[in-house]
């Protein structure tokens, strides 16, 4: 039996090795390297997905899987999910990374009635403390699947028919109550069905109260079982619902405030996600930071040219540096990490080319927090933000804030004083050029 746990055992542990870091080792990635006063580890906080890397097996829309890895092949019963689990904590050990993510149904031999449910999801939640115990690995978020069985077709919280909802509500505390038990840093909602295909056939404004309902239902069972970490929403505009709910972080700030959970709840921002709703990356990272969500990244890049969620690494230390500063500013994880929400592409069908997507992905990030912190540390161009907002520390810009101060007030001050406010350069070219010389 445990030869089959030795999927990756031809492979060497992943190290940090420096400037002439074979390719499989980091050459940036290095845990214990002090960074702003944290270590590399404590920043990036890094975490390998199940369902990618160990559940999808090659498959896309008009082709089935072309991955041969042994406990998808044949056997999908409890021995298989075993192995999978197994195999999954030895490859996160592999790394060197400290975390990793699932939904219940990843972990899990499938089962289609309540009582499976409940017993086969207790079996993998007791192997995974195991083998959290003996590879040291940890676990930064659970969720729950409420988007592959036909049953959420029309939605989860979000169906027209209430004993869907019962459904989801029973694997949503059956997978909060495992990631407490396992010392989960987070829990993720995401939902992918929580939208409509049209609204011809859709009561919109229904859903988002059920919807409302569902996530003040979960907030309170977080206290009730005294989980510590934090709930997360994870936005994304569509795909595979036309228009999803949550479509990105200024709209689920708006829900969270509809129905008073915008304290309970924040955001599991995806990169691939953000540019799909419009958004770049940063851009998303700002607004949450700017709104107090920020929770966690999901760092999986879109294609430039595709207009739906192809979840692969991040390669691009440009966009991953822009987003890192972001990252800073909005003064980095508390809970959350950069999990590998991605995937190797359908043709990388060896053992191989999962470490070198993920050594990869973490030595792109790595660099860009190497970036992020030259240009932080040069200084030059927060310095410039600063100076530009400069007038609201002045007479004027404090009057515009005082309480007692009237929309007249403002406008009779624009009169008497004849303002005449003259043009300053944004100097966008030279931020532009200042970051490039960091890259
Ligand atoms: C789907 C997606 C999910 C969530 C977890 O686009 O990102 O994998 O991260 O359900
Ligand atoms: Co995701």
Redesign the pocket.
């Known amino acids: 039996m445990s030869a089959e746990t030795d999927y990756f055992s031809q492979f060497p542990d992943i190290a940090y090795e420096g400037e002439n870091a074979g390719e499989l080792s980091y050459r940036y990635y290095d845990k214990n390297r002090v960074v702003m006063g944290k270590t590399m580890e404590e920043h990036l906080r890094f975490s390998v997905?199940m369902?990618h890397t160990f559940c999808w097996p090659g498959s896309d829309v008009f082709g089935g899987g072309t991955f041969d890895r042994p406990w998808l092949s044949h056997d999908v019963g409890a021995e298989a999910a075993a192995m999978k689990r197994r195999t999954a904590l030895e490859f996160v050990r592999k790394l060197d990374l400290p975390f990793y993510c699932f939904?219940d149904v990843d972990v899990m031999e499938p089962a289609d009635n309540v009582a499976d449910y409940r017993q086969r999801f207790a079996t993998a939640v007791d192997h995974l403390e195991e083998l959290q115990e003996t590879t040291g690995r940890r676990l930064l978020w659970g969720?729950a699947?409420l988007f592959s069985d036909p049953r959420y077709a029309a939605g989860a919280a979000t169906s027209p028919d209430p004993e869907v909802y019962a459904w989801a509500a029973l694997q949503v505390r059956s997978a909060m109550d495992a990631t407490h038990r396992l010392g989960g840093s987070n829990y993720?909602l995401?939902g992918?069905r929580e939208g409509y295909e049209t609204l011809l056939n859709t009561d919109l404004g229904r859903e988002l109260d059920n919807f409302g309902r569902f996530l003040s239902l979960v907030v309170e069972h977080k206290h009730k079982i005294g989980f510590e970490g934090a709930i997360l929403i994870?936005p994304?505009p569509h795909?595979p619902t036309k228009h999803q709910y949550d479509f990105d972080t200024a709209t689920v700030y708006g829900f969270l405030k509809r129905y008073g959970l915008e304290n309970e709840v924040q955001v599991?921002i995806?990169a691939n996600?953000a540019t799909l709703s419009g958004h770049t990356f940063e851009h998303e990272i700002a607004m949450a930071g700017a709104l107090g969500i920020f929770g966690s990244i999901?760092a999986n890049r879109g294609d430039h040219q595709n207009g739906w969620?192809t979840d692969q690494f991040p390669n691009s230390v440009e966009e991953m540096t822009l987003a890192m500063i972001e990252i800073i500013r909005a003064g980095g994880f508390k809970t959350g990490g950069f999990n590998f929400?991605a995937k190797v592409r359908r043709q990388s069908v060896d053992a191989e080319d999962l470490l070198h997507g993920h050594i990869g992905g973490v030595d792109v990030l790595a660099r860009a927090l190497l970036n992020a912190e030259r240009i932080i540390e040069d200084g030059r161009i927060n310095e410039f933000r600063t100076s530009r907002y400069a007038g609201w520390h002045g007479e004027l810009g404090r009057t515009i804030h005082e309480s007692t101060t009237s929309l007249s007030d403002i406008a009779d001050l624009a009169i008497d004083r004849d303002l005449r406010p003259r043009h300053r350069s944004g100097r966008q070219e030279r931020l532009e050029n200042l970051v490039n010389r960091h890259m």
């Open positions: 997905c369902w939904h969720t699947n993720v995401w992918g994870e994304k795909e599991n995806e996600h999901d969620d929400d």
